[in-house]
């Protein structure tokens, strides 16, 4: 299927992202060179691209089809997990904004908050991805019907050429690439 082909992709994006996370969180760690405002277009990458429009297109078009097509699978809480941790992930996002506002107003210790939502943030979205590479998308490419499967075609491709006009893709992938030259 071309949408999970473009979601695989993603994956490797926010992949790369993790990776400059991690590194920037080494630094601020061994009180090595960093760029706070960098923590910021970090976070927006985050909500935007792998957020709204990676999980968006995850949450409101496949599972949300193969909870209602593959019932056995929906049982399991297989799919209700995935749920679960992308509001993780979220849980994650706002205490790291809170820290880096708290680092911005003079707070030391919020290194330490920046640097522990920062990494679970990354081992989670890790995780989480490796589970919906080699399972989940495995499971809708196996198991959905024909029509389901063309149905996710359609809508999430309307995504697609609705992200791509205002232009989201490029600006993300832009960025990643400038925050991958500077601390990778
Ligand atoms: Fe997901
Ligand atoms: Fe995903």
Do not use: P
């Not at 985050?46 to 949300?64: N, Q």
């Amino acid at each position: 299927m071309e949408s999970i082909k473009i979601m695989v992709d993603e994956h490797t994006n926010i992949r790369r992202m993790l990776k400059v996370i991690r590194e920037v969180s080494y630094r601020i760690m061994t009180l090595g060179e960093f760029d706070v405002e960098d923590i910021t277009r970090i976070i927006d990458f985050v909500r935007t691209y792998a957020d709204k429009h990676h999980h968006g297109k995850e949450e409101d078009i496949l599972f949300a089809t193969m909870n209602q097509e593959l019932e056995k699978l929906s049982k399991s809480g297989a799919i209700t997990g995935m749920y679960i941790e992308h509001d993780n992930g979220r849980l994650y996002m706002m205490n790291l904004e809170k820290a880096v506002q708290a680092y911005n107003e003079g707070s030391d210790e919020a290194r330490m908050d920046i640097i522990a939502n920062a990494i679970c943030y990354a081992d989670l979205l890790d995780r989480h991805i490796e589970k919906e590479n080699t399972a989940m998308y495995k499971f809708a490419e196996n198991m959905l019907k024909d029509s389901s499967k063309s149905y996710i075609e359609v809508e999430c491709k309307k995504i697609e050429d609705e992200a791509s006009e205002s232009g989201l893709q490029d600006k993300y992938l832009a960025l990643l690439e400038e925050l991958e030259r500077k601390y990778l």
